[in-house]
């Protein structure tokens, strides 16, 4: 099939160069001239695992080109896939819908009869009928769908190439049709297909990633009642996780999530359920940020005890910038945050990072930053253990223990063998386990 890909950012760079490498002709299409150059160049604007290859790969046998031309996307094809930005307004919680309405209003102008624009950013519930409205006034016979994105930052390719579902929001056959062959090789593999209307299409998208966030909030709430009961969280969520109608993924107690997905997502959804009349159904998710939000603030205070009760001349080891391992990505990160804070109060902080040293350098320039965890943890009178890189699970505690001043860690993401670090003389305490508890 021909398609166009409209938005070649993280979506959209992983996106276009898969479906070319399912054996679709695409075009990638994003009003950014830097990006454009640079992706037909074989550059991605981010880094994910295998596309780099794709991209190579899909650019040399002429399945995937790139442009800046929403008039060539019209021509090219009569499927256009929007991946266009949808950030959070400024001045509100609802997201900014004027990327994605730009896109749609500059290829509209240029759509051939019987073209299918499929929409893949995550919008408001009704945005899809809105444009849809829009397309019938100034198109001859274009439509919408909705096909939202599922995929995690640092597994975008496989996300992609082997999800979990598709879901498609259509309002014709002929929709339904082009999707299941855009698909076709990943219905074959036996993907499961929902097809629906486009407003339950776009509720699926912010439904999951709130419900994800609810369970990391619901186990981080447990971690605080561990706290104040002197039980062990880390024990709590394998157990409760054991069962199989509650499952042990996003269980993970600790600093709680970031990113730019899950807190801007769910904020939109309630921002978007109140302006329905629905707002009292939601209310839960404003406790959920809110428990989310103590994390930092529950890591910071717990990290000025271990300090003594001040930050100020105390030197302090961060390890870890991203919002999670895997990714360079340093937007709302946790990490970042507790790192800003404990500076903020007087300690001086060094921070490593396998990946997001220079994005975190660019967001927090007044931060210390070092290569190596050797060189962040040189003389520290406590080390920070903030995104669960698993580089980190490989560290050799006796070693570190001699670059230290004193052998102190906090564990804020439950992912240290605690074992092997109190037998090479570490002090060890995390979040919502009791010292010397129960599974240490
Ligand atoms: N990044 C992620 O992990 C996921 C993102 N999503 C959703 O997918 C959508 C896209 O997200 P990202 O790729 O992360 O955003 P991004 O900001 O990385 O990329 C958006 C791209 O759209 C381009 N663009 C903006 N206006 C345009 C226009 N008028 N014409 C052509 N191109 C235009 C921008 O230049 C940019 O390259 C958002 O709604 C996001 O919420 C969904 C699932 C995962
Ligand atoms: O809509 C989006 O943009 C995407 O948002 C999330 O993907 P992502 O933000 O890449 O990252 P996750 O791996 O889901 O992690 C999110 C945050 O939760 C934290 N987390 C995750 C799991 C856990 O048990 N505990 C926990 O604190 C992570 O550290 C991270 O900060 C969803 O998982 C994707 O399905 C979705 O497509």
């Not at 160049?41 to 981010?46: F, L, M």
């Not at 970031?258 to 109140?274: K, V």
């Not at 006796?398 to 804020?412: E, I, K, N």
Request: aromatic share 6%; glycine share 8%.
């Amino acid at each position: 099939m021909r398609m166009t890909v409209i938005g070649t950012g993280y979506v959209g760079a992983v996106h276009a160069a898969c479906m070319a490498d399912i054996g679709h002709q695409v075009l990638g299409v994003d009003s950014d001239t830097r990006r454009i150059a640079s992706l037909s160049a074989g550059r991605s604007p981010v880094r994910e695992a295998g596309l780099d290859e794709l991209l190579a790969k899909n650019l040399a046998s002429g399945r995937l080109r790139f442009s800046t031309s929403l008039a060539e996307a019209a021509s090219f094809a009569r499927t256009h896939i929007m991946c266009a930005g949808t950030p959070r307004r400024p001045d509100s919680d609802f997201a900014d819908l004027r990327y994605v309405d730009m896109a749609v209003d500059g290829l509209a102008r240029h759509l051939r009869p019987g073209s299918l624009v499929v929409g893949r950013s995550t919008v408001p519930v009704g945005t899809a009928a809105r444009i849809g409205r829009h397309l019938a006034a100034v198109t001859r016979g274009a439509e919408v769908a909705w096909n939202p994105e599922f995929l995690r930052q640092g597994s975008a390719v496989e996300d992609t190439m082997r999800p979990e579902r598709i879901v498609v929001g259509v309002t014709s056959a002929h929709a339904e049709t082009v999707l299941r062959a855009v698909y076709a090789p990943m219905l074959r593999a036996g993907v499961p297909f929902f097809s629906t209307d486009p407003a339950t299409a776009e509720l699926v998208k912010v439904a999951a990633n709130s419900f994800l966030a609810t369970k990391i909030s619901f186990i981080n709430a447990m971690a605080e009642v561990c706290d104040a009961a002197g039980a062990d969280v880390a024990v709590l969520a394998r157990a409760v996780g054991a069962d199989s109608r509650i499952g042990a993924t996003y269980l993970e107690p600790g600093l709680g999530f970031g990113g730019s997905s899950f807190p801007r997502d769910f904020r939109a959804f309630a921002a978007r359920a109140e302006e329905l009349g629905a707002g009292e159904a939601v209310a839960f998710l404003h406790e959920v940020d809110r428990i989310n939000t103590r994390q930092r603030r529950r890591t910071v205070t717990l990290a000025r005890r271990l300090a003594g009760g001040s930050f100020a001349g105390r030197r302090i080891a961060v390890l870890g910038a991203s919002f999670k391992p895997g990714s360079d990505d340093v937007r709302d990160s946790p990490a970042l945050a507790v790192a800003a804070a404990v500076r903020q109060q007087g300690a001086t902080v060094r921070v490593h990072d396998p990946r997001a040293l220079d994005n975190a350098r660019a967001a927090l320039p007044d931060l210390g930053y070092a290569h190596d965890v050797t060189t962040a943890c040189e003389n520290a009178d406590l080390v920070l253990h903030l995104t669960p890189w698993p580089e980190y699970r490989a560290i050799e505690p006796g070693a570190l223990a001699a670059v230290v001043r004193t052998p102190l860690l906090l564990d804020a993401r439950n992912s240290l063998d605690a074992r092997r670090w109190r037998a090479a003389g570490w002090s060890l305490h995390a979040l919502g386990r009791p010292i010397g508890g129960t599974s240490w």
